[in-house]
């Protein structure tokens, strides 16, 4: 499964150029010509990036109508010219490029928007596993525990005993690509069976960024 985006445009040249765009960051694309058909469709089904055309004849009370009623859409906005961004300004625009699209602009910005949509998906995403981890707690003492869950902000362990830090680090290894990442932690809860929550405090950038890399390859996985 792949994210969706719809585009509102009927300047066919710059929709060839961000069709082939959002495909290269597997961002499904559907076009649609009619401001009044889209805001149909949006009322139907859900997606995940708006990008709207301000040269069409409809736009301005299209993207109103969105700011009422869908508040939490992203939208992506070209307009036509520099002047155009003025009016811009209270739509709720996340991102705007003007046009003529620039292949590199147009893939800085649909990039930086497809991060913004992928943090905001991940934020709440919660990866169940079955994997051993290590607790080191304080300088000595080495827990070993299991896995139970994984987001980008903690995980969820079963311990044989109390855990007797509050602060701890956290190592364990991502499967199925070999590569060990390792978080520093402190105890969110606990219960008396186990269970516990641990809440990342700092990481290397490399190990944020094979967890994110690889909780996003999850996430598409269990909705194929």
């Known amino acids: 499964m792949t994210l969706s ?3 509102v445009s009927r300047d066919w040249q710059e929709v060839s150029v961000l069709e082939c765009i959002l495909g290269g960051l597997h961002i499904g694309v559907d ?17 995940d990036a708006l990008i709207v055309d301000c040269d069409l004849s409809g736009t301005t009370n299209f993207l109103r109508n969105l700011q009422t009623h ?8 070209i307009v036509s010219g520099s002047s155009g961004r003025k009016r811009l300004a209270t739509s ?46 304080g300088s000595k003492q080495k827990v070993q525990a299991e896995l139970v869950n994984l987001s980008q902000g903690g995980i969820g362990v079963l311990v044989d005993g109390p855990l007797r830090a509050d602060k701890l ?7 199925r690509t070999g590569r060990t990442v390792k978080f520093r932690g402190e105890v969110a809860w606990t219960d008396q069976v186990g269970h516990a929550g641990i809440r990342f405090v700092g990481a290397g950038n490399k190990a944020k960024k094979d967890l994110q890399l690889w909780l996003e390859q999850q996430f598409f996985v269990g909705r194929d």
Not at 31 to 41: G, I, L, N
């Open 31 to 47: 076009v649609e010509s009619e401001p009044e058909r889209a805001r149909a469709k949006l009322a139907k089904s859900k997606i």
């Open 70 to 77: 869908q508040p939490n859409s992203v939208p992506l906005v």
């Open 5 to 7: 985006s719809m585009v």
């Open 169 to 175: 680090q956290v190592s364990f290894t991502l499967p």
């Open 92 to 137: 709720g625009a996340a991102f705007v490029f003007e046009k003529p699209i620039s292949v590199e602009q147009a893939v800085h910005t649909l990039s930086a928007a497809r991060n913004m949509i992928m943090n905001g998906r991940l934020r709440y995403h919660r990866q169940a596993l079955d994997v051993p981890v290590t607790l080191l707690c």
